[in-house]
């Protein structure tokens, strides 16, 4: 019996080692599950992302390589934090080729907010930590290109990802170089992450506007590609003025028309010298050209602004007119070095500005899949009004782009043609800044 009992307690302990095996076995060969701590140096495994900081929805392409003498065709793990996520988890897997890089891409729609990355590979090797940093796509829109100073106009727009019941600011553009933004405004997005904003404009100009969103622990500072808002004074009807356009494009001539009459009338004022005069952002008012009502009280003067200009008619009996505001718009030039691109890889874009613009800030846009165009770079015009920009897709597909200058006190700014990027098959890695 001793000897039974013996047996049994060895069959016994040797089940319950085997079982621990198993388990010991099935979790060395099991897929990661979460990880709590981030690493901060790398271990035999680098890694790097572009671009960064991203765009809300864009695609983003993470890279690396694992070093040492077994490195290819080994499986590298893709962990992911986002905020207020306690631990990493494992989002991708890949496998190293034969040199040892691995390309992970993360497609369109996936990144939609600030996130910690690292990888892990065989043997405990693992990557330092990366943080991407995403901004959020800010939209805005006007319920009239243009107004009065009478009259209230609605700003309506959006945010993705969702922001609840969050401040959005309503901002002018107000510096020569474009870089000057004041808060004119704000409101708060609604349970669809919308927004409207109500503003009344006191005087006539033209005003350079976009949607600012502050930065919270999701989403990097954002803003929307800007829009122009064109006020007019109400008119004197006594004496009224009109433009052929309330925008030109630099070079294009503008008509200034009206009728003079006496006091409240419908009593016009035939051959009547009436003087026009002009201020852009330089300063005060100046006489420009001067002529004489026809025999049904009408003036008629044809000008070419290279800079905005508020316009008024003075005649001789010491009657004027409201102000009129004229708007030039910036022509803006784009060419892409290629028009197909890998993801990971670089096109070039670059142009000039008209009127020249030098010390300016412009920005590249992509539209996205709503139609809405949403800023992606920054940048600044340098000497003889050029600029440039170094677009890298993080995701196959069509990509159409833009550059804009943003208006301000001398002009309404304006955007390049769209230019169009074909975007296949990914960039090899030897060919990416290196990654650490």
Do not use: C
């Amino acid at each position: 019996m001793h000897i039974h009992h013996r047996r049994s307690t060895i069959t016994v302990g040797l089940s319950i080692l085997l079982a621990l095996m198993a388990v010991l076995i099935a979790l060395f060969m099991a897929e990661p599950s979460q990880a709590s701590a981030a690493p901060h140096h790398n271990h035999g495994l680098t890694i790097a992302a572009t671009p960064d900081p991203s765009t809300a929805g864009a695609g983003v392409l993470i890279y690396g390589q694992l070093k040492g003498a077994d490195s290819a065709n080994q499986k590298i793990w893709l962990f992911h934090r986002i905020n207020p996520a306690q631990h990493f988890t494992p989002v991708q897997v890949t496998r190293t080729n034969a040199e040892g890089f691995y390309e992970i891409v993360r497609a369109d729609g996936i990144v939609n907010s600030n996130r910690n990355w690292f990888v892990l590979g065989p043997d405990n090797t693992h990557s330092r930590t990366i943080h991407e940093l995403v901004a959020a796509e800010v939209t805005l829109s006007s319920s009239s290109a243009s107004a009065t100073t009478a009259q209230p106009v609605d700003f309506t727009g959006s945010l993705f990802p969702a922001h609840v019941h969050q401040r959005v600011l309503l901002q002018e553009q107000n510096s020569t170089s474009g870089n000057g933004w004041k808060t004119i405004d704000s409101g708060y997005t609604d349970g669809s992450s919308s927004f409207s904003i109500n503003h009344r404009f006191r005087e006539a100009g033209s005003y350079t506007l976009r949607a600012f969103f502050p930065a919270d622990p999701r989403n990097i500072a954002s803003q929307s590609a800007s829009i122009s808002q064109t006020i007019e004074q109400e008119q004197n009807p006594a004496f009224t003025i009109n433009g052929s356009s309330q925008e030109l494009v630099n070079g294009q001539t503008e008509t200034i028309t009206g009728t003079l009459y006496t006091g409240a009338t419908t009593t016009v004022q035939p051959n009547t010298d009436v003087t026009l005069f002009g201020r852009d952002a330089s300063g005060g008012f100046s006489a420009l050209q001067s002529g004489v009502t026809n025999g049904s009280g009408e003036y008629s003067f044809t000008t070419m602004p290279i800079h905005n200009t508020v316009y008024h008619v003075v005649a001789s009996r010491k009657q004027m007119t409201a102000n009129l505001f004229v708007g030039v718009q910036d022509v803006v030039t784009a060419t892409p070095s290629a028009t197909t691109d890998t993801v990971g890889g670089t096109i070039t874009i670059s142009g000039t500005v008209t009127p020249d613009h030098t010390g300016h800030v412009v920005y590249l846009e992509k539209q996205n899949t709503a139609g809405q165009w949403v800023v992606i770079q920054a940048g600044a015009v340098s000497t003889g009004s050029q600029y440039e920009f170094s677009f890298t897709p993080g995701q196959a597909g069509t990509k159409d782009l833009r550059v804009q200058i943003t208006g301000g006190p001398w002009n309404l700014g304006g955007y390049s043609p769209t230019v169009i990027v074909t975007v296949s098959g990914v960039a090899p890695v030897s060919s990416l800044p290196p990654a650490s």
